[in-house]
């Protein structure tokens, strides 16, 4: 079945660095990979799509690499702040389906 | 622009007692509307989704049940809660490639 996995332990990083963020997947050739930001007690918020076309994207301090080979997308915060705390998903799907696959998600947290 | 309502924030229901949570979506016509739940820790779970009217897709054979009565509304319903239906919903919709937008979703407690 399709699987995807994101490190279920937290990420601790000093203010000023980079963060980077991993999402691998399984038994699964998706179209696309997209990356949401979720709050505590929140609904998740989208930040970026990629496609399977597309090497990087980038917007802002945010940077996301998709390698269809390796099955797997980095996500990077530059310069991190203590407001950019919160969990990262990533999620996958296929054009022409309704369907989007979410993974657990890694919480980040940016120590000023 | 397109906003998203999704109420109750919070509720408590006993066990065996009916649900009812409702999200209706402004600013967009004919959107993919979608149910998700959440427990504490794990990923987002799709139960239902709905592209249009009346059409409703079983993700998860549960308790729990569905309807979309009109274009931009989608509502959740259980007529007896289990403890296990306990969690965090989230209604959420689409246009392109399957983007979601969540709304603030809501936490249920069943005692």
């Known amino acids: 079945s399709q699987k995807i996995e994101q490190n279920s332990e937290a990420l601790n990083i000093q203010e000023g660095k980079t963060a980077t963020l991993t999402c691998n997947y399984t038994?699964?050739?998706?179209?696309?990979l997209q990356w949401y930001r979720q709050d505590p007690g929140r609904g998740p918020v989208f930040l970026l799509l990629?496609?399977?076309?597309?090497k990087e994207k980038r917007k802002e301090r945010l940077k996301v690499t998709f390698d269809t080979t390796l099955k797997q997308s980095l996500f990077h915060i530059t310069a991190s702040q203590p407001a950019d705390s919160a969990t990262y998903l990533c999620?996958?799907?296929?054009?022409?389906?309704?369907?989007?696959?979410f993974g657990a998600g890694t919480r980040l947290f940016v120590k000023a | 622009s397109q906003t998203i309502h999704q109420w109750p924030a919070t509720l408590v229901q006993p066990v065996g007692s009916p649900l009812s949570l409702e999200c209706t979506v402004e600013?967009?016509?004919?959107?993919?509307l979608y149910w998700y739940r959440q427990a504490a820790g794990r990923g987002l779970q799709l139960l239902f989704y709905?592209?249009?009217?009346?059409?409703i897709s079983s993700e998860v054979p549960q308790n729990l049940s569905a309807s979309r009565p009109q274009d931009r509304q989608f509502i959740l319903s259980s007529k007896k809660l289990l403890l296990s239906d306990s969690g965090f919903y989230l209604c959420?919709?689409?246009?392109?490639?399957?983007?979601?937008?969540f709304g603030a979703g809501t936490r249920l407690s069943v005692l």
């Open positions: 959420a919709w689409s246009v392109d490639l399957n983007i979601q937008y």
């Open positions: 038994n699964y050739s998706p179209a696309y």
């Open positions: 990629i496609r399977e076309n597309e």
């Open positions: 999620a996958l799907g296929n054009t022409g389906g309704f369907k989007t696959i």
């Open positions: 600013g967009t016509s004919n959107p993919n």
């Open positions: 709905s592209v249009g009217i009346g059409q």
